[in-house]
């Protein structure tokens, strides 16, 4: 993937940029705590995207029923929303869990995102930096070659190849750029993760050659699965999004201290190898339970900690939480472009992504450069 | 990403293969003579065996896919790289003058399935089969020139936009390997067939609707296709036509599962029950999807991935089931 090519290349010299360098907020009187009001509108965001989500699509449905028909699926609720039968399987089956699983997605990508960022000390580190994508798609083109995923009914194998893929490329990375039990750099593991991408990449290429009938298959998944899902997908995500999300929240101090170096955070009693080790697991879980779901969705995990970091501040403790708030939301509204842009057609979502999201970064960064 | 939007471009063309096709296939003198041929023999595949020797009238030229191409005498040694080729060449008795077909040209069974890729035909691999004609749907990578610097003459015939392409290109490959009177006879024996299933049909006042599943992510077909054509001849409407009104996606749009629940077809055809395992069960339960008339009536038609994309002479096939589900369904009373 472009991503990762660019980091192999432009990481020894970015290592440890200056914003990076700065320990706390020293730079931001204003907000000396964890930024609350920057939190409130994080979930602020998600909220309004979620209705948003839930009332529009190719068919109109009056967004008062939907709020209605989704108030009473609550415990205590028990309204008729007065929706036939058809539209409450539009909301309900189609469209909830669509919108729940682009907020998952977009934050596990966008919080292993700013995740990776710390642990490499690197801005262009994103959460397929170390093969994930690569892994993912050799798992899922396996899948969907050998027939695996032919005529299963409870559940779908190809998305768990696709996990198994990208943690099994993960830890072939992790794994070969230890040496005589020692890890090896940041730049080190960096450096492996291109290369164990590349070797897969390279597999599933030949694999799809040789299964030319499936490639249509192997394009879908890759653009992106939301489309098609359902409430089972959101079920096969949320343990790992619960487990991802915790360790990665609770890791944001030490990040915070990491980021001053090595050598201070060792003697501020921080084990740094232990640290990033914790950390990268987390975020490759969470960023391969993600991909497994809804294919390569790039740009997410890259601009979104950047957008945050523009605007609201750079420590660790801010950054991770908002990415993963604005990041949910961003893809929850990306996912909604894809529905009505062309509807009743469907757009890729791994399309808009860019699409939408590459202007409104160009125009954060413009503004912040002017500022 | 990069490679992302190029993955999209190539999906794009993979999906739109089929409808940009405007092909200028005209028929060559020699055959076009023939078409009116009397549709005297019982079936196709008894015309396949009845192999009338030798028709005269070479060299012919054909003017297909863009190109035209002379071949000086009857072919001894086709190679096809199209498996709708191969299946109308057999059709039309020519399977004898077969010596190797591509990878996935494994119907009729008796064809010489090869290892040779449609997709990526290595020229020098195809120059080994020492063919005399090669057939081919598209020509990547400048293949039908490479065979040209070897002297090979090589057909394109690319995907039918319309049933009258699958005749033309059957009579021009019939002229090709001088099949002309069995190429005549098996396109007046479908047109016939198709006639007699279409006069078949019930009327109605209101058409009922019909999707075409693609692939399991919901890509569809509209009444603009080749097998939309196919549809409407039994009074059948695509619920695709509303998600691509005016032909931008080529006639192959992505349907939002929505828009398929809320249309809620009278009849679902499945054409990806090899490619991606589906089957009625699997569609059932799909979120949502319980909802659908279809669904519940057991109204859901499996089809054969491979009758159901080729544009050869299965396409009679194909239509017989389509016009066996649609009249089963009961004509509602005044």
């Known amino acids: ?371 | 990403m990069g490679s992302l939007r190029k993955l999209f471009v190539l999906l794009l063309v993979v999906a739109g293969c089929g409808g940009d096709g405007a092909i200028t296939t005209t028929t060559d003198d020699t055959s076009t003579t023939t078409t009116a041929a009397a549709p005297s023999i019982t079936t196709a595949t008894t015309a396949a065996t009845t192999t009338t020797e030798s028709d005269t009238g070479f060299p012919v030229t054909i003017e297909t896919g863009g190109a035209v191409v002379t071949i000086g005498s009857r072919p001894e040694r086709v190679v096809s790289l199209s498996p709708t080729a191969t299946e109308m060449l057999f059709a039309i008795g020519a399977g004898e003058q077969v010596v190797a077909v591509d990878s996935f040209s494994y119907y009729p069974p008796e064809a010489p399935v090869t290892d040779l890729s449609g997709f990526e035909p290595n020229v020098e691999a195809v120059v080994g089969f020492e063919p005399d004609l090669v057939v081919l749907s598209s020509d990547p990578g400048d293949v039908v020139a490479g065979l040209e610097a070897a002297g090979v003459p090589a057909l394109v015939f690319p995907a039918a936009v319309t049933l009258d392409d699958t005749y033309t290109q059957i009579e021009q490959l019939g002229a090709a390997t001088g099949r002309i009177g069995d190429a005549a006879a098996l396109v007046g024996q479908m047109r016939a067939d198709i006639d007699e299933l279409a006069a078949s049909v019930p009327e109605r006042d209101e058409p009922l609707t019909y999707y075409h599943e693609l692939d399991d992510t919901l890509f569809s077909v509209t009444s603009r296709t080749f097998i939309g054509e196919i549809y409407a001849l039994a009074g059948l409407q695509s619920i695709a036509d509303a998600a691509d009104p005016d032909g931008e996606a080529g006639g192959y749009p992505q349907l939002s599962a929505e828009l398929l629940v809320s249309a809620d077809p009278d009849l679902i055809f499945l054409a990806d029950t090899k490619c991606c395992g589906q089957n009625a069960d699997t569609l059932a339960q799909r979120p949502g999807f319980d909802q659908l008339t279809a669904v519940a009536e057991g109204r859901v038609i499996e089809l054969d991935d491979d009758i159901a994309s080729r544009w050869g002479p299965r396409i009679v096939e194909f239509f017989r089931k389509i016009v066996e589900a649609t009249a089963a369904i009961e004509v509602p009373a005044g």
């Open chain 1, 1 to 371: 993937m472009k991503a990762v090519t660019k980091t192999a290349v432009g990481a020894p010299p970015e290592a440890g940029p200056s914003e990076h360098a700065r320990p706390d907020e020293a730079g931001v009187p204003s907000a000396t705590r964890l930024g609350g009001r920057w939190l409130l509108a994080g979930a602020a965001a998600v909220a309004v995207v979620a209705l948003v989500g839930v009332s529009s699509g190719p068919i109109g449905v009056a967004p008062g029923r939907v709020v209605l028909e989704l108030v009473g699926r609550l415990p205590f609720g028990d309204y008729d929303s007065g929706l036939s039968a058809s539209e409450i399987a539009i909301v309900w089956d189609l469209r909830a869990p669509r919108v729940v699983l682009g907020l998952l997605v977009g934050a596990l990508l966008a919080g292993s995102g700013a995740a990776y960022q710390g642990v490499f000390r690197n801005p262009l580190a994103d959460p397929y930096l170390l093969g994930i994508a690569a892994g993912a798609g050799l798992g899922a083109t396996l899948a969907i070659v050998t027939g695996l995923g032919d005529g299963v009914g409870v559940v779908d194998p190809v998305p768990l190849a696709a996990f198994v893929g990208a943690l099994v490329a993960v830890a072939a990375a992790g794994t070969l750029s230890v040496r005589r039990g020692r890890a090896g750099s940041p730049a080190t593991l960096i450096l492996a993760g291109v290369a164990v991408a590349a070797f897969l990449t390279a597999m599933q290429t030949y694999l799809q050659q040789r299964h030319q009938e499936s490639l249509r298959q192997v394009y879908a998944w890759v653009l992106g699965r939301l489309s098609t899902s359902g409430w089972d997908e959101v079920l096969l995500l949320v343990p790992y999004a619960i487990v991802s999300t915790a360790v990665l929240l609770a890791a944001v101090g030490a990040l915070d201290v990491l980021s001053v170096g090595d050598d201070e955070a060792t003697s501020l009693g921080l084990r740094p190898r232990r640290v990033r080790l914790v950390v990268l697991i987390a975020a490759s879980l969470g960023a391969a339970a993600a991909v497994a779901v809804s294919g390569l969705i790039g740009f997410v995990g890259l601009i979104i900690p950047h957008g945050v970091r523009m605007v609201a501040g750079v420590t660790h403790r801010r950054v991770v939480p908002l990415s993963m708030l604005f990041g949910g939301a961003f893809l929850a509204l990306t996912d909604v472009a894809a529905r009505t842009i062309q509807a009743p057609a469907e757009l890729p979502i791994g399309v808009i992504t860019a699409f939408i999201g590459a202007p409104f970064f160009l125009l954060i960064l413009r503004r912040q450069a002017i500022s």
